[in-house]
Nanobody, 126 residues
Framework: VQLQASGGGSVQPGGSLRLSCAAS????????VGWFSQPPGKEREFAAA????????TYAGNVQGRSTISGDSAKNTVYLLMHSLKPEDTGVYYC????????????????????WGQGTQVTVSS
């Protein structure tokens, strides 16, 4: 599956952004779709993921309560809505897909995700 990430931008602290991850080549059926962030000069880290079948979600602690991951089957797109953004949320955000089949696992380990989008920049600054 090919992924196209979009929706990044520059916002002030406390603002909101909605990131999009659109699939092409096939649907997200059987996949877990995750979002990962890479702050400047740091390692990439897990933010959130959704299991397409059933809509089960999981979040990293630093975004829990401030973010919502969701899927739109009509558009074959996964969204990450982020609000109450902080300067430490600044970074490049990547979406990635992991084929889980019938497994209920929703991994946070990026090594399991084999398909990656190109990344979209999020900057939170006053």
């Amino acid at each position: 599956v090919q992924l196209q990430a979009s929706g990044g931008g520059s916002v002030q602290p406390g603002g909101s952004l909605r990131l999009s991850c659109a699939a092409s080549g096939r649907t997200f059926s059987g996949y877990v779709v995750g979002w990962f962030s890479q702050p400047p000069g740091k390692e990439r880290e897990f933010a959130a993921a959704i299991r397409w079948s059933g809509g089960y979600t999981t979040y990293a602690g630093n975004v829990q309560g401030r973010s919502t991951i969701s899927g739109d089957s009509a558009k074959n797109t996964v969204y990450l809505l982020m609000h109450s953004l902080k300067p430490e949320d600044t970074g490049v955000y990547y979406c990635a897909a992991y084929y889980s089949g019938f497994s209920s696992n929703i991994p946070s380990d990026e090594r399991l995700y084999k398909s990656w989008g190109q990344g979209t920049q999020v900057t939170v600054s006053s």
